[in-house]
């Protein structure tokens, strides 16, 4: 999965405090966000979910749930 592929936009989302052994790419598009390990191959295993759903688990997330 790319997300110029997809038209939408990379993010990577990391938080270290040991180091870092890999890194999840995000890729968002209109009503979609993919999500995939990028230490494996592009064609390899993603999670896509709905757009307000990563929205609501990024809240969570953060502690504002």
């Given at each position: 999965?790319?997300?110029a592929?997809?038209?939408g936009e990379?993010?990577?989302v990391a938080e270290a405090t040991?180091?870092?052994t890999g890194?999840?790419?995000i890729a968002?598009?209109?009503h979609t966000?993919?999500?995939?390990?990028?230490?494996?191959?592009?064609?390899?295993?993603h999670v896509s979910v709905p757009a307000h759903v990563w929205?609501?688990?990024?809240?969570?997330?953060a502690g504002e749930a």
């Amino acid at each position: 999965m790319r997300s110029a592929d997809q038209g939408g936009e990379d993010t990577a989302v990391a938080e270290a405090t040991a180091p870092v052994t890999g890194v999840s790419q995000i890729a968002t598009c209109p009503h979609t966000v993919h999500v995939r390990d990028s230490k494996l191959s592009p064609r390899g295993p993603h999670v896509s979910v709905p757009a307000h759903v990563w929205a609501a688990f990024l809240s969570y997330a953060a502690g504002e749930a």
